[in-house]
């Protein structure tokens, strides 16, 4: 089992910055790939930013050079850090987490972002 906890979501105004931190905990087994995504009301839930342990990364086409996905391994933390912030931004943002070798994602409860113009 993988506890995750958001936090760092808010209001900003356009133009603005986030840094959205997620901490895993409960597992004594390797986190692989730690990944944020998001779910604006009425839409489809939207891959954001992933990194693998490698520090492989790769970002949703509206978000590449705004947002930049890290993590610190001893910490087991991934942060989301968000800048030019845009109203279409605007969603629940979830923190997920994979364990190595498998194929299943936990998630955390998620932590609102709201980008007013």
């Known amino acids: 089992q993988v506890q995750l906890v958001e936090s760092g979501g808010g209001l900003v105004q356009a133009g603005g910055s986030l840094r959205l931190s997620c901490i895993a905990s409960?597992?004594?087994?390797?986190?692989?790939?730690m990944a944020w995504h998001r779910q604006a009301p009425g839409k489809r839930r939207e891959l954001v930013a992933a990194?693998?342990?490698?520090?492989?990364?790769n970002y949703l086409d509206s978000v590449k050079g705004r947002f930049t996905i890290s993590r610190d391994n001893a910490k087991n933390t991934v942060y989301l850090q968000m800048n030019s912030l845009k109203p279409e931004d605007t969603a629940v943002y979830y923190c997920?987490?994979?364990?190595?070798?498998?194929?299943?994602?936990?998630w955390g409860q998620g932590t609102q972002v709201t980008v007013s113009s």
């Open positions: 997920t987490a994979r364990l190595s070798g498998t194929e299943f994602d936990y």
């Open positions: 409960g597992s004594s087994f390797t986190i692989n790939t």
């Open positions: 990194i693998t342990d490698g520090r492989s990364r």
